[in-house]
């Protein structure tokens, strides 16, 4: 970026230092303005934008470390260097942690300054591009707010988009966590109905009572407690986007209320006498495996079939492990604009635990473990520890006197038998080049009519 378009606020209640130093900036072709203390320096934070403060430390009232954290939650883009005297460079260093860019001790010379400077404008520049670039393959690789590179994914954004468009029953299957509800709200986003409501019902919150009164609305008097006439989740979504959540969930009862519904398009409400016609999208979604309740006659064939028009499986996130340095990538991202700390990413051991692991919660529980991290990170990078992860999970858990070798080698075999011992493939999965992967395929002598486990089937 051109110098002079890099606007540098001085924090310093000498007025002496205040001045040499914007003079000293100014002649390196910077735009540079002064703030004399704490406090008007955070109303400047707060009122304009800014690339670069350079903040005193120790200040009369607002400190460098007050303004320092007023800047990180109003303005994170833009970097601090704290300036301190030798015997606060303690605090300095705790500058750092708290997300400071760098720390220069008083007194230091113009090149000291102007080197600094340079490097960070560098790196500034950088990390701009950075974000175009992410931007882009976010675009590429996105729909609306999910993310993925997985080919199955990609494949289910496209259904996602061409099914919005039309005005069919969508039923999206996948385990918890997984982005059912994020995918809904995507396909609504995306539909000719955008402009209209999007309304979310959890099906397994509530009795089967209070649900069928939250999906139909009820009369006044229908029942004790009914003062008012209330108007259903179907009524209120007129126009756009009925998205029912966990509906593997529902009462007998409510599935034939449900299914009627859904056939005569209309319905009544609690209480009344007058059928109600509605033209509402409807969504449903659930964690359960549909068609195992349907075989086991806890869910009608009908209504399956009724809400099975278009059907969308979300696969686990263990299915498709290459999304996993990507979510974390953004993830991070995110956690970097929302927290008041620096962090930067995770370890490449952290990124191994991260990669092997089984995630039952999936891409929720993805977020979870990184926002834990990132809390409990003592610096930018987040270690392993800091994840407070198992060393293991899932169905082939080794005993805990498992080696993390042992874990290794049995997770690779399962992902190699998983996928016929296709290398390219597993590899990918794994998220190691193949080379890695014959080299561990040879450290551990794997053999394609090995066994995972002894009892797995
Ligand atoms: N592909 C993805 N890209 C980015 N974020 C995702 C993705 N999938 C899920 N998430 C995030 O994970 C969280 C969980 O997603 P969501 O609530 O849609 O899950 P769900 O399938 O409805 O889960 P449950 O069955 O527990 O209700 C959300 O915060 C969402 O932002
Ligand atoms: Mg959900």
Redesign the pocket.
Same mark, same amino acid.
């Given at each position: 970026m051109d110098k002079e378009k890099t606007r540098i606020l001085v924090v310093d209640d000498e007025e002496i230092v205040r001045d040499s130093l914007a003079g000293w900036l100014r002649e390196d072709g910077y735009s540079v303005e002064t703030a004399a203390d704490g406090s008007s320096a955070v109303d400047r934070i707060k009122a304009e934008s800014w690339a670069v403060l350079l903040v005193d430390l120790k200040m009369p009232g607002i400190d460098g470390l007050q303004v320092l954290e007023e800047a990180r939650k109003l303005q994170p883009k833009a970097s601090v260097i704290i300036m301190t005297a030798y015997a606060t460079v303690d605090t300095a260093v705790q500058a750092i942690k708290m997300g400071a860019y760098d720390y220069l001790v008083k007194p230091f010379e113009p090149e000291e300054l102007s080197l600094m400077m340079d490097k960070l404008i560098t790196q500034q520049d950088l990390m701009r591009e950075n974000i175009l670039l992410k931007k882009a393959l976010k675009q590429q690789y996105?729909f609306r707010?999910?993310?993925?590179k997985s080919p199955k994914?990609q494949a289910i954004f496209e259904l996602a988009k061409v099914a919005g468009q039309s005005h069919s029953t969508i039923l999206?299957l996948?385990?918890?966590? #997984?982005?059912?509800? $994020?995918? &809904?709200?995507a396909i609504h986003a995306e539909s000719p109905r955008s402009t209209g409501p999007f309304v979310a019902v959890s099906c397994a919150a509530l009795t089967e009572t209070l649900l069928e009164s939250e999906l139909f609305g009820h009369e006044k008097g229908a029942f004790t407690g009914a003062i008012l006439r209330k108007k259903g989740k179907f009524e209120l979504a007129h126009g756009g986007t009925l998205f029912l959540?966990?509906i593997g969930d529902i009462s007998q009862k409510l599935q034939l209320d449900l299914l009627r519904a859904l056939e005569e398009r209309r319905f009544y409400r609690v209480g009344g006498t007058d059928p109600i016609h509605v033209d509402a999208r409807i969504i449903a &979604? #659930? /964690?359960r495996e549909l068609k195992k309740a349907v075989e086991e006659a806890t869910f009608r064939q009908d209504l399956y079939y009724r809400l099975n028009v278009i059907s969308i499986n @979300?696969p686990p996130l263990r299915e498709r492990k290459e999304?996993i340095p990507f979510?974390v990538d953004?993830?991070v991202d995110q956690l970097r604009a929302e927290m008041a700390k620096r962090v930067e990413g995770v370890s490449a051991e952290a990124m191994e635990l991260l990669m092997a692991y089984h995630w039952p919660? /999936? $891409?929720?529980e @993805?977020?979870n473990v990184l926002e834990r991290g990132a809390v409990v990170a003592k610096g930018p990078i987040i270690q392993c520890d800091d994840l407070g992860l198992p060393p293991s999970e899932g169905e082939a858990e080794p005993d805990s006197s498992d080696s993390l070798k042992e874990m290794e080698r049995r997770h690779i075999l399962r992902v190699l038998n998983e996928y016929h011992w296709n290398i390219t493939r597993s590899a990918q999965i794994l998220g190691i080049d193949r080379v890695t992967l014959y080299n561990k395929i040879k450290k551990y002598g794997l053999r394609p009519d090995d066994e995972t486990s002894p009892s797995e089937e």
């Amino acid at each position: 970026m051109d110098k002079e378009k890099t606007r540098i606020l001085v924090v310093d209640d000498e007025e002496i230092v205040r001045d040499s130093l914007a003079g000293w900036l100014r002649e390196d072709g910077y735009s540079v303005e002064t703030a004399a203390d704490g406090s008007s320096a955070v109303d400047r934070i707060k009122a304009e934008s800014w690339a670069v403060l350079l903040v005193d430390l120790k200040m009369p009232g607002i400190d460098g470390l007050q303004v320092l954290e007023e800047a990180r939650k109003l303005q994170p883009k833009a970097s601090v260097i704290i300036m301190t005297a030798y015997a606060t460079v303690d605090t300095a260093v705790q500058a750092i942690k708290m997300g400071a860019y760098d720390y220069l001790v008083k007194p230091f010379e113009p090149e000291e300054l102007s080197l600094m400077m340079d490097k960070l404008i560098t790196q500034q520049d950088l990390m701009r591009e950075n974000i175009l670039l992410k931007k882009a393959l976010k675009q590429q690789y996105g729909f609306r707010d999910l993310l993925s590179k997985s080919p199955k994914m990609q494949a289910i954004f496209e259904l996602a988009k061409v099914a919005g468009q039309s005005h069919s029953t969508i039923l999206i299957l996948g385990e918890s966590g #997984t982005g059912k509800e $994020v995918l &809904a709200r995507a396909i609504h986003a995306e539909s000719p109905r955008s402009t209209g409501p999007f309304v979310a019902v959890s099906c397994a919150a509530l009795t089967e009572t209070l649900l069928e009164s939250e999906l139909f609305g009820h009369e006044k008097g229908a029942f004790t407690g009914a003062i008012l006439r209330k108007k259903g989740k179907f009524e209120l979504a007129h126009g756009g986007t009925l998205f029912l959540d966990e509906i593997g969930d529902i009462s007998q009862k409510l599935q034939l209320d449900l299914l009627r519904a859904l056939e005569e398009r209309r319905f009544y409400r609690v209480g009344g006498t007058d059928p109600i016609h509605v033209d509402a999208r409807i969504i449903a &979604a #659930t /964690n359960r495996e549909l068609k195992k309740a349907v075989e086991e006659a806890t869910f009608r064939q009908d209504l399956y079939y009724r809400l099975n028009v278009i059907s969308i499986n @979300l696969p686990p996130l263990r299915e498709r492990k290459e999304d996993i340095p990507f979510l974390v990538d953004h993830f991070v991202d995110q956690l970097r604009a929302e927290m008041a700390k620096r962090v930067e990413g995770v370890s490449a051991e952290a990124m191994e635990l991260l990669m092997a692991y089984h995630w039952p919660g /999936n $891409v929720r529980e @993805l977020r979870n473990v990184l926002e834990r991290g990132a809390v409990v990170a003592k610096g930018p990078i987040i270690q392993c520890d800091d994840l407070g992860l198992p060393p293991s999970e899932g169905e082939a858990e080794p005993d805990s006197s498992d080696s993390l070798k042992e874990m290794e080698r049995r997770h690779i075999l399962r992902v190699l038998n998983e996928y016929h011992w296709n290398i390219t493939r597993s590899a990918q999965i794994l998220g190691i080049d193949r080379v890695t992967l014959y080299n561990k395929i040879k450290k551990y002598g794997l053999r394609p009519d090995d066994e995972t486990s002894p009892s797995e089937e």
